[in-house]
């Protein structure tokens, strides 16, 4: 039976949370927001505009000026990925990468960010994956299962047959709702809910993400 591998991008394949965080914490300073290394841990795999409502913290701001910060926030991000390279691949991703396609798996990312595919390209993986959903793709991101169901139909697997790696709660919501088995990539109280915790892929067997099936 074909299998699929659907990995979430910021957290699991490099680690942009530092370069997200720094983006909202300008934002915030600018604006005279508290924005703390902890609050930014709510915004751990949710799109850029529930990132901010959560940043608001119940603060009312008008649409327009809404649009202007997450446009000015993305600017900034966009600043840091220019930066980045194949080094920034977090430790293991590359042999989990090869060994899972020598197993003739499928592989498939599935990001709830609007800058994947650039990030994808700067890390020289983009010849992996045979389907790359992102925050284009669907209107529903995670915790909805939306995202995953649209990566496994593109791949042409069923959603019991696919595995998700993911390092936010909002992504392995998504893909226990999505009906899949989850490696939980992070500490339990993030990731508790997975069917197996680790702390990255450098820690993996292939084998043992099949034994999960
Ligand atoms: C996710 C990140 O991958 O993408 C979130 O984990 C981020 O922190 C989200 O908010 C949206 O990213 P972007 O690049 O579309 O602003
Ligand atoms: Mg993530």
Redesign the pocket.
């Known amino acids: 039976m074909p299998i699929g591998f659907i990995f979430?991008?910021?957290?699991v394949i490099t680690d942009?949370?530092e370069y997200?965080y720094r983006g909202w914490k300008r934002l915030a300073d600018e604006e005279g927001i508290p924005f703390t290394r902890e609050d930014n841990e709510q915004?751990?795999?949710?799109?850029?505009r529930?990132?901010l409502r959560r940043l608001l913290k119940g603060r009312q701001i008008d649409e327009a000026v809404a649009e202007e910060w997450?446009a000015r926030?993305?600017n900034y991000?966009r600043e840091f990925l220019e930066s980045i390279t194949p080094q920034e691949l977090l430790p293991g991703v590359r042999d989990f990468l090869d060994a899972a396609t020598e197993a003739g798996i499928k592989l498939g990312i599935a990001?709830?960010?609007?800058?994947?595919k650039p990030v994808i390209e700067r890390l020289q993986v983009g010849p992996y994956f045979d389907v790359i959903g992102d925050?284009y793709s669907v209107v529903n991101t995670k915790p909805a299962a939306d995202l995953f169901v649209w990566v496994a139909g593109g791949l042409g697997i069923n959603t019991a047959d696919c595995v998700v790696f993911e390092d936010?709660e909002a992504g392995v919501a998504a893909a226990l709702r999505a009906g899949m088995r989850v490696v939980g990539i992070g500490p339990e109280e993030r990731v508790g809910e997975a069917h197996l915790i680790c702390g990255g892929l450098h820690t993996l067997a292939v084998d043992q993400v099949l034994a999960l099936q």
């Open positions: 979430d991008l910021d957290g942009t949370a997200h915004l751990r795999g949710v799109s850029r529930e990132s997450m926030k993305n991000y990001s709830a960010s609007r800058n994947a925050g936010a």
